[in-house]
Structure formats: structure tokens, C-alpha cells
């Protein structure tokens, strides 16, 4: 009998050592392009995008669209780390551009830059205005 239960113990021990470790997402936990979760991060050059660092980040959801900084006006590029939120982008004609959920913008474009000037970011997962 006690042979039983030091062999029974033994395999108990042996079989918990073998469960993995659960922990975050890389992509989560070390924030993709530099961006960390959940956030809208602003890239105010190419270098900027190049080194992964933001100059500016966004992460309350508002009603209305806040106005840029100079960290983030007239970024190069955007990015939205939220996995479940979107991120309508405000331009300086007017017009508005939705970020999904992991998605990126960039306002330099063939057609001339686009200037951002504010944000507004949304409880719905999905690019849409009612």
C-alpha cells in the first residue's frame, strides 16, 4: 500500500510539472509596432514607424473626436492595438477614415498627404457610422 501511494504521489508531481505555463499574447504583452495594448498610437514620421516608437497613443472611448496634439497631427501613420474597438480618424478636410481592430493607416499617399487632426475611438468592432 505505501509503495502504491509514493508511486501515485510520484506521478501526481511528474504531471503537474508537465502543464504549461498560461501567459499573455506576445503580440499583446510586448505591444505590436511598439504600440502597446489597447491603445491608438500615432506615428508622427517614417522613422518613427521604422523604430517602432510612437510619438503620441489614445486609449479612452469618447463620444466625440479628440483633437491631436503636435506629437500625433500630421502623423505619418496609425495604428489601432485593440482587438475589439475601432478608431475613426478625423481629417483636416472633413472626411473621416475608420482603424478596425489591428489595423494601420498611413496619411502619406500617393494621391498627397492627408492631415490628421483628431480621434474618436469606439466601442464596436466593426467600421461603422449609424
Not at 68 to 75: E, K, M, Q
Amino acid at each position: 500500500m505505501r509503495k502504491n501511494m509514493i508511486a501515485l504521489t510520484a506521478t501526481t508531481i511528474m504531471a503537474a510539472g508537465a502543464i504549461p505555463a498560461v501567459s499573455a499574447s506576445p503580440a499583446y504583452a510586448d505591444g505590436r509596432f511598439g504600440c502597446d495594448y489597447p491603445r491608438v498610437c500615432f506615428y508622427l514620421t517614417s522613422a518613427d514607424w521604422l523604430a517602432r516608437k510612437p510619438t503620441s497613443a489614445f486609449r479612452d472611448i469618447t463620444r466625440h473626436f479628440q483633437k491631436l496634439g503636435p506629437r500625433a497631427r500630421y502623423a505619418y501613420a496609425a495604428y489601432n492595438s485593440r482587438i475589439d474597438d475601432s478608431a475613426w480618424l478625423e481629417m483636416s478636410d472633413g472626411s473621416q477614415t475608420c482603424l478596425g481592430p489591428d489595423d494601420t493607416w498611413f496619411f502619406d499617399q500617393a494621391d498627397g498627404p492627408q492631415t490628421v487632426i483628431g480621434v474618436q475611438i469606439v466601442d464596436e468592432n466593426e467600421c461603422y457610422r449609424p
